[in-house]
């Protein structure tokens, strides 16, 4: 991966054994490059001629890199270009000399563009033979590190013993120049599509996500579609928009580099092959609780670190979530359990894992050591707060407040309170969207517990609760869940609203899609006494009709 210390321009530039001097002249004596079998490294230092602490450093607050008076931020594109075709012409390609700089750039593109799709083309065919386990192992092992999919390709390739010295050579160029332009452009501010995949989009694809991300604060926002038009990129994407959109940015003097790492480590650690608490999830759960942020009760009250805190809880509240509850990981003894006591188990190991994240993407490693102590404490104690064990307690606190009319926003710890709560009801919003997304949702959460139960059985476990495929069915499920954890919650929260519209409307869906699981379940009951009728003797078709 390409690292850019402050350390100097180099002296020439090697690729895969073969020396570029056509930039010698251009870079001059002090640029160098080091090959290695996975990338390429540059060591870079900072012109003597720029100040440590200039103004034009911008808001990654580190020095801008320029090789023989040329700015590579601005100027990178060009230098690629020319770097590319440096490399052709050792190949054997078409040589500078013969062709203007101009054709040489725009044939250079179109050779790229090409290269790419054939490249992408390996991949799937190499994918084939690789299993979802070992791609899992792979997205582990090199996390934060990019392209995925190029050292999945060298991986299979070196197993199989398949794949001919032209395609070795496309990995290594995949691996050389991609990680070099992925960096050249994180220099420049410049986020790419995906944390950690290679992928094209279609230019429609990219315009229907950003027409959805304009409405990203309307309560019918489609997460499942958003989902696909981002290739599978929601989480980041949104908290990205998200941040932007509040200046979070600039507030805190954030890296985008760093955080780009970190919300890649975030999404790529939530278990995809669970149906419900996986980063779509957290996705829906972090659009909800930007609907709620814009509360006009809460919004003119928020500071920027609320925020923060807000979206950064809503997006990691469930990382790396095993797909089975806390009674599950206690009977099974599992080393969460004990590590946690038996207590807000999954939670404290949500918010530990982002912690961790945290440190080691260096998101906040600039500021004050009390200051980001204090925000990860505070992140700790949102997360916990949706530990559903506690739901009776904070319901009952927040009642308090309501009846006794003594919130006051303006104190920190009644803001932090007043977060818990938005975070709380974001979780388990799902009943107060609108049926075609609410049923969705429903049916994820089930077949999760169903999975459970699977479990369960199979290893001559207690099932759990709401586990039992052939006893718990999802309308029962859904009643129980909206009359005995939702209800409640939404309608202390409208009185805090005081209420808003979008209240009004989550209130309003949460009624509409309770009669509908009761129509479901009724239904759902009826077919086995009509079945249990008709194998009555003697009963007629008109018997079975009523």
């Avoid at 229907?208 to 696909?228: C, E, P």
């Avoid at 949706?386 to 407040?401: K, P, V």
Wanted: contains cysteine.
């Amino acid at each position: 991966m390409l690292v850019f210390p402050h350390t100097c321009p180099a002296k020439h530039l090697s690729l895969c054994g073969v020396r570029m001097p056509v930039l010698e002249e251009l870079w001059g004596p002090d640029v160098s490059m080091r090959d290695s079998r996975l990338g390429v490294g540059v060591d870079v230092r900072v012109c003597p001629d720029e100040a440590p602490h200039s103004p034009l450093w911008g808001p990654l607050r580190t020095p801008p890199v320029t090789c023989g008076g040329l700015s590579l931020a601005l100027e990178l594109p060009a230098l690629i270009r020319q770097l590319r075709t440096a490399w052709r012409v050792r190949r054997g390609g078409p040589r500078g000399p013969e062709r203007n700089q101009a054709s040489t750039w725009v044939d250079t593109e179109k050779e790229e563009v090409k290269q790419d799709i054939e490249d992408r083309s390996t991949h799937l065919e190499a994918d084939g033979r690789v299993s979802t386990g070992h791609a899992g192992v792979l997205l582990a092992e090199r996390r934060g590190s990019y392209p995925l999919i190029d050292l999945c390709i060298l991986k299979t390739s070196t197993q199989q013993g398949e794949v001919e010295s032209g395609t070795r050579r496309k990995v290594k160029r995949l691996l050389s120049f991609q990680r070099y332009c992925h960096n050249s452009r994180l220099l420049r501010g410049l986020v790419p599509h995906t944390p950690g995949s290679l992928h094209l989009l279609d230019d429609d694809y990219l315009g229907q996500a950003a027409h959805m991300l304009s409405k990203v604060g309307t309560w019918n926002f489609d997460i499942f579609l958003f989902d696909r038009l981002t290739n599978g990129n929601s989480l980041v994407t949104l908290m990205c928009h998200l941040f932007n959109v509040y200046g979070l940015i600039h507030h805190f003097q954030l890296d985008m580099v760093k955080l780009h790492r970190f919300l890649g480590m975030v999404q790529d650690d939530y278990h995809s092959q669970n149906p419900y608490h996986n980063a779509v999830h957290a996705a829906d759960v972090t659009q909800a609780m930007y609907c709620y942020l814009k509360e006009p009760k809460l919004a003119e009250q928020l500071s920027p670190a609320d925020v923060f805190l807000g979206l950064m809880a809503a997006a990691a509240h469930d990382v790396d979530h095993p797909g089975v509850n806390q009674p599950f990981l206690i009977k099974t003894r599992h080393h969460l359990a004990s590590l946690y006591q038996n207590t807000s188990v999954l939670e404290s190991h949500h918010w530990r894992s982002t912690v961790g994240m945290l440190r080691e993407s260096g998101l906040l490693s600039h500021l004050p050591p009390d200051m980001s102590q204090d925000m990860e404490q505070q992140l700790g104690s949102l997360i916990l707060a949706t530990d559903i064990s506690r739901q009776n307690e904070f319901l009952l606190t927040f009642r308090e407040h309501l009846d006794n009319q003594d919130l006051d926003l303006q104190l920190a710890s009644h803001r932090h309170f007043m977060l818990q709560i938005a975070l709380k009801c974001a979780d388990i919003c799902n009943p107060c969207r609108v049926w075609e997304l609410s049923r969705q949702w429903s049916e994820r959460v089930c077949e999760e517990f169903y999975r459970q139960g699977d479990m369960e059985r199979k290893f001559d476990l207690e099932i759990s609760p709401l586990c039992n495929q052939q006893a718990d069915s999802v309308p029962t499920i859904q009643i129980g869940f909206i009359s005995y954890i939702v209800e409640p919650l939404f309608e202390e929260w409208h009185r805090f609203t005081d209420p808003s519209l979008l209240s009004q409307t989550m209130m309003g869906h949460l009624h509409k899609n309770k009669a509908r699981w009761s129509l479901l379940r009724y239904a759902h009951n009826s077919e086995p006494q009509a079945h249990s009728q008709a194998e009555k003797p003697g009963l007629t078709k008109p018997c079975l009709a009523l």
